[in-house]
């Protein structure tokens, strides 16, 4: 079973509005991404969790904030989003952290921002 | 640094053709790992295969084939009998043992497969 799992599947949200992305795996995989998906470009990596722990982030303005209670579980709060901040959110996860590791993705959130 | 380069952005077929998807690498590193992915219209990217550099070994899996030569840098995908399903949006992708580790996708070959 390779499932990850997303919610909502789609979010419209205003400007002043906080809101949360959940994402859930139950493959035992340590660790777990985010990934910004803008139309016709490939995704673009924003956080990784390894074992728990912020390994990497890139750049990403505070106004996203991640958050991993536990192993299974990833999210991705949003706060004070702009309408350039509309896109496709993927979550996925990994048996490890490391360049062999092959990641699986969830079916992704679509977010409007207005 | 590494680099995918997927130079065909669309392609459009008519059922039952056969399709190639290019790939072209770049990395310094000499362990390295090949990926492909499907995003249909859902959304959703979808494994199909992982490839290690030390692997030159060409796969077929059902209508599905991937040549892998280091020669050329390249990891190419072939679909045989495409069907109307083969329909998406095909990343290549690489990632490196000892470099970033980060998975680095090409731009993407959107496919569409007319009936």
């Known amino acids: 079973d390779t499932e990850v799992t997303q919610t909502p599947k789609h979010l419209v949200m205003g400007m002043t509005n906080k809101k949360s992305l959940k994402c859930e795996q139950h493959m035992g995989h340590r660790a777990m991404y985010w990934y910004k998906q803008k139309a016709k470009k490939p995704p673009e990596l924003m956080f990784v969790y390894s074992y728990e722990k912020l390994s990497i982030n890139e750049s990403v303005p505070s106004r996203f904030s991640p958050e991993c209670p536990n192993s299974s579980l990833l999210n991705l709060h949003l706060h004070a989003l702009q309408p350039e901040d509309s896109a496709l959110y993927l979550c996925?996860?990994?048996?490890?952290?490391?360049?062999?590791?092959?990641?699986?993705f969830g079916p992704g959130t679509r977010l409007l921002v207005l | 640094a590494q680099k995918v380069t997927q130079a065909q952005t669309e392609i459009s077929v008519v059922e039952k053709e056969d399709v190639t998807l290019d790939c072209v690498y770049e990395t310094r590193d000499t362990t390295y790992y090949l990926f492909w992915y499907k995003q249909p219209p859902s959304g959703e990217l979808v494994f199909l295969i992982r490839r290690n550099s030390f692997d030159e070994q060409n796969e077929i899996s059902g209508r599905y084939s991937w040549n892998f030569q280091k020669s050329t840098s390249s990891f190419n995908f072939t679909i045989t009998a495409s069907q109307v399903v083969d329909s998406a949006v095909y990343f290549c992708?690489?990632?490196?043992?000892?470099?970033?580790?980060?998975?680095?996708f090409g731009k993407g070959t959107k496919l569409t497969v007319n009936p």
């Open positions: 996925a996860s990994s048996q490890g952290w490391g360049g062999e590791e092959t990641q699986y």
């Open positions: 992708a690489l990632s490196e043992a000892g470099g970033s580790e980060k998975l680095v």
